[in-house]
């Protein structure tokens, strides 16, 4: 079936270590993207690419980083330099994207919860 | 300031009625709004999409209505039932050079049997 697949659903890191979640489509699309969603707060966008070897900050960039060497994966590391990392991280896919948002519905992963120690 | 608004309290009703959730927006200008489910511990899933100029938009039990007048998305599920308990997240596309999705915080809806 097609999707968006999201590993580790749940994963454990120590301060200062540095991890990486992985996300990875087969519909074809685009455009991917990374959403943090924290209690109280809507989805906040961290980075997207809305093609191969190209991607951009989002709102909330810092202490994160990605790559997009091919059209079917988009990991996100999050590095020792973010503050408070512990969230529910969710990978996104759209057909097309137009800046920082698609040009119609969003495929979403079932998430990865990080929690630091 | 900008504003996406969604109940912040959940809404409790009875299996069989209507349910209504509420999006309101302030100072900005809505390509299209969006409509999600979000079940615990899972990523949201898309349900529906109305555009600046549609008025009303339907897929099954779903509707959607847009009032760009009021600044307001009513969501509504008919003929409820307890598998509709769940987390409803609207997202609007701000339109012009600054495109960017904007997401409420969601309303947590119970479906009571």
């Known amino acids: 079936d097609g999707g968006i697949t999201q590993s580790p659903k749940y994963l454990f890191r120590k301060e200062g270590q540095n991890v990486t979640l992985s996300c990875e489509q087969n519909?074809?699309?685009?455009?991917m993207y990374w959403y943090r969603q924290d209690p109280g707060q809507g989805l906040r966008l961290i980075y997207y690419?809305?093609?191969?070897?190209?991607?951009q900050k989002g709102d909330i960039a810092e202490g994160y980083s990605v790559s997009r060497e091919k059209k079917e994966s988009f990991p996100l590391t999050v590095t020792s330099a973010q503050k408070n990392p512990t969230a529910f991280y969710l990978c996104?896919?759209?057909?097309?994207?137009?800046?920082?948002?698609?040009?119609?519905?969003?495929?979403f992963g079932e998430g990865s919860r990080l929690t630091v120690l | 300031s900008q504003k996406i608004e969604q109940n912040s309290e959940a809404l409790n009703i009875q299996e069989g009625k209507t349910a209504t959730l509420t999006c309101n927006y302030t100072?900005?200008?809505?390509?299209?709004l969006q409509w999600y489910r979000q079940d615990p511990g899972r990523g949201p899933v898309f349900l529906l999409l109305?555009?600046?100029n549609e008025k009303e938009k339907r897929k099954e039990r779903l509707k959607v209505t847009f009032d760009t007048t009021l600044k307001q998305s009513l969501f509504h599920i008919t003929a409820s039932q307890p598998a509709d308990s769940a987390t409803y997240l609207c997202?609007?596309?701000?339109?012009?050079?600054?495109?960017?999705?904007?997401w409420g915080l969601g309303t947590s809806l119970a479906v009571n049997p």
């Open positions: 690419s809305q093609i191969v070897n190209d991607f």
């Open positions: 997202a609007l596309l701000n339109a012009g050079n600054n495109r960017k999705l904007i």
């Open positions: 996104a896919s759209s057909k097309h994207g137009q800046g920082a948002a698609s040009d119609g519905e969003l495929f």
């Open positions: 100072n900005y200008s809505p390509a299209y």
């Open positions: 519909l074809n699309h685009d455009a």
């Open positions: 109305i555009r600046e």
